[in-house]
Every structure is written in structure tokens, then in C-alpha cells.
């Protein structure tokens, strides 16, 4: 049994509508709703999905070079 875990939103007292899910006609579902506390919704969304959004790009100006000087690897010494 695979799960999917969607956040929604109710806009009408007792009804929810879900849709884009993974799903066809005449699938059976198991459905299980659980209400979040008022702290879960209130706060901001996790950015796990794309962790380096809003991150500086990195810039190579010459990318055939080492990273790190030839002197400080130990694996040299």
C-alpha cells in the first residue's frame, strides 16, 4: 500500500474537494483526514523539496582547476 499526503483547505463547512490525485476511475482508496493544531497551519511551509532556492549560485572561472590548492591536501604531505 503506498500513502500520499496532501495539505487542503476546507471552504465550505463539511466538504473537500481534492483533486491531481494520483489516481483512476474505479480505483478504491482508503481515505484518512487529520485535522492539524493551530500551530501546524500557522506555521510557514517546509522548503525541503528545493533546499538551495534562494541561495547564491556557484561560480567557476575556471572549472578544469582544483578546488582546493595542491598544498593543503593531506593526502600529499
Not at 496532501?6 to 474505479?26: C, Q, V
Not at 481515505?31 to 492539524?36: D, K, R, S
Not at 575556471?62 to 600529499?76: I, T
Amino acid at each position: 500500500m503506498n500513502a500520499y499526503k496532501l495539505a487542503a483547505t476546507l471552504i465550505e463547512d463539511g466538504t473537500l474537494i481534492l483533486k491531481g490525485l494520483p489516481f483512476h476511475a474505479w480505483d478504491t482508496v482508503e481515505i484518512i483526514i487529520l485535522e492539524q493544531s493551530k500551530e501546524q497551519s500557522a506555521s510557514p511551509p517546509r522548503q525541503t523539496e528545493y533546499p538551495l532556492q534562494g541561495k547564491q549560485p556557484y561560480r567557476y572561472d575556471d572549472p578544469f582547476e582544483p578546488a582546493v590548492p595542491a598544498e593543503d591536501w593531506e593526502v600529499l604531505k
